[in-house]
């Protein structure tokens, strides 16, 4: 049976991991490759690294992180964050990150799903969504672009569809109502799309105690959960968190 | 000296990495001679599988390929290039019927039910870690009914003419390989799987997956073998794998 997945994620700002670390016995815990490796250990079954590098001239380094990446890690990674074309794109999968995920830019030109599909296959795109919910709306959500700053007027379910339906192999889908509440994920969004959409569904934003991940995938229908903080400052181990999944029955590979 | 075949679709550092990590000496290549004389080769897999066998032919690769196998070479595709090892197959295909393969195992690779036998839906594509099942080496054995009948239906009278041709290449001998590409390495052990097309039952397969089919994830046909998953992103237990592969590699 195929298992959930737990998916550490690292914030990187010119190729060096930013909001802080706090694990002991790392050599140099601003280095994104060690973090990843000590991830591994644990048995994180893949992580994500979001460039939230300012300017494209820095783009260059974060190249050179997945290039260093494919050649020092054994599990699955996914670079996101500042894609505008395909050709960003192809640069990425060419220095070996196995997926991309992509935000603004497909919601600015749909169509940048559809030939990333193509040209890098299904399994390469992952559409990431920041949504909030409408005030109001008993169970509506928005999409938000530019990192969370600006409002399209979309609908994150009817936009998740149609990521979908246009080549996206995977969506990453954040709550900006719950990120960084610790209040855990929002499930009610979770699920929507999860029940939206016949790709796997990636939970993230609001994860602040271990039970937190069973809930997003019992209640929220999720495929994968994804968290930061609680992992980067050690309150809770890779596998603190899948002991707890599977004490709720949940498959996870431990 | 192990080839790695680059046909140009990314992936490839990964996978020369692990079998470097296991003591291998690799090269990655594009060159059909290089290929042809390789002790062992590995295909590794992205992309679809229309694009790759273009790409394959192009270069002159799926000769190649073929001739390493025929002699004996250790072989081992991943995901796609594992696809490939078959007769043919529907993804991207263009025109009418599925695209020949490097046809070494008889079957038309084919895109994954989205339900299971009741109805039940499943996400596709098939992504993340997976439990690995051996099979009895009897031979054949899983009930694969949903795909090969679905496969059946689409598939290919097109692709039997030259079918008997490619078919050709016997099974290698296997000296005193070890036995299995699965060497201490527990039946259920999980490996990391990104897909959403699958091979055809066959008496090849020698491990099995389910998602919502039961699908060959491991295939060998003599000296050559074929897996689903990634071992190059599946953590201990792939760089076990890998390991098991150079190893296999150094005494053929």
């Given at each position: 049976m195929l298992t959930k997945r737990v998916i550490p994620c690292m914030d990187v700002r010119d190729g060096r991991v930013v909001k802080g670390v706090n694990f002991v016995?790392?050599?140099?815990?601003?280095?994104p490759i060690e973090l990843a490796q000590r991830y591994d250990e644990e048995r994180a079954d893949e992580v994500v690294f979001l460039d939230i590098t300012?300017?494209?001239?820095?783009?260059a380094t974060t190249v050179e992180l997945a290039s260093r990446a494919s050649e020092c890690l054994r599990l699955p990674y996914t670079v996101g964050g500042g894609f505008r074309s395909v050709a960003d794109i192809r640069r990425m999968i060419a220095a070996g990150a196995d997926k991309v995920s992509v935000n603004s830019a497909a919601v600015k030109d749909p169509s940048l799903i559809t030939q990333a599909a193509r040209a890098f296959?299904?399994?390469a795109v992952i559409v990431a969504i920041d949504a909030k919910r409408v005030a109001g709306a008993r169970d509506a959500w928005e999409v938000y672009v530019s990192g969370g700053r600006s409002?399209?007027?979309?609908?994150a379910v009817a936009w998740a569809r149609e990521a979908a339906r246009r080549g996206a192999g995977e969506v990453l889908l954040t709550s900006m109502d719950r990120?960084?509440?610790?209040?855990?994920?929002?499930c009610a969004l979770t699920r929507a799309v999860a029940r939206a959409v016949d790709i796997p569904v990636i939970a993230s934003g609001?994860?602040?105690?271990?039970?937190h991940f069973a809930q997003g995938i019992?209640?929220?229908?999720?495929?994968a959960v994804l968290a930061a903080s609680v992992f980067h400052f050690g309150e809770l181990t890779i596998r603190e968190v899948k002991e707890d999944m599977a004490r709720h029955g949940i498959p996870v590979r431990l | 000296m192990i080839v790695v075949v680059d046909?140009?679709?990314?992936?490839i550092r990964s996978v020369a990495r692990g079998l470097e990590a296991a003591g291998a000496q690799v090269v990655v290549s594009q060159d059909a001679e290089v290929i042809a004389h390789a002790d062992a080769v590995v295909l590794p897999g992205v992309g679809a599988f229309a694009d790759a066998m273009r790409t394959m032919e192009e270069l002159g690769q799926d000769e190649a390929v073929r001739a390493a196998i025929e002699r004996g070479a250790p072989f081992l595709g991943i995901c796609l290039g594992m696809h490939l090892m078959?007769?043919?197959?529907?993804?991207?295909?263009?025109?009418?019927?599925p695209t020949p393969g490097l046809?070494?195992?008889?079957g038309v690779v084919c895109r994954m039910s989205r339900t299971d036998a009741e109805g039940i839906p499943y996400k596709i594509p098939h992504v993340g870690w997976n439990a690995v099942n051996s099979v009895p080496t009897s031979g054949g054995g899983c009930a694969h009914k949903a795909s090969s009948a679905r496969a059946g239906t689409s598939s290919g009278r097109s692709v039997r003419a030259g079918l008997s041709e490619r078919l050709s290449i016997a099974p290698a001998a296997m000296g005193?390989?070890?036995?299995?590409?699965?060497?201490g390495i527990p039946s259920g052990e999980h490996f990391y799987f990104t897909h959403s097309y699958i091979a055809p039952e066959s008496d090849a397969t020698i491990a099995t997956t389910t998602h919502s089919v039961t699908f060959p994830c491991a295939v060998r046909h003599g000296a050559a073998f074929g897996v689903q998953f990634h071992p190059e992103k599946s953590s201990d237990a792939g760089q076990r794998l890998l390991a098991n592969f150079v190893r296999f590699a150094r005494k053929a």
């Open positions: 016995n790392l050599r140099d815990a601003g280095d300012a300017t494209s001239d820095d783009r296959g299904t399994q409002a399209t007027g979309i609908d990120d960084g509440s610790r209040e855990g994920f929002d609001g994860v602040g105690r271990l039970e019992l209640e929220g229908e999720a495929d | 046909y140009q679709k990314g992936n078959f007769e043919a197959g529907e993804e991207h295909a263009e025109g009418d019927g046809g070494l195992i008889p005193d390989a070890p036995q299995s590409l699965f060497e």
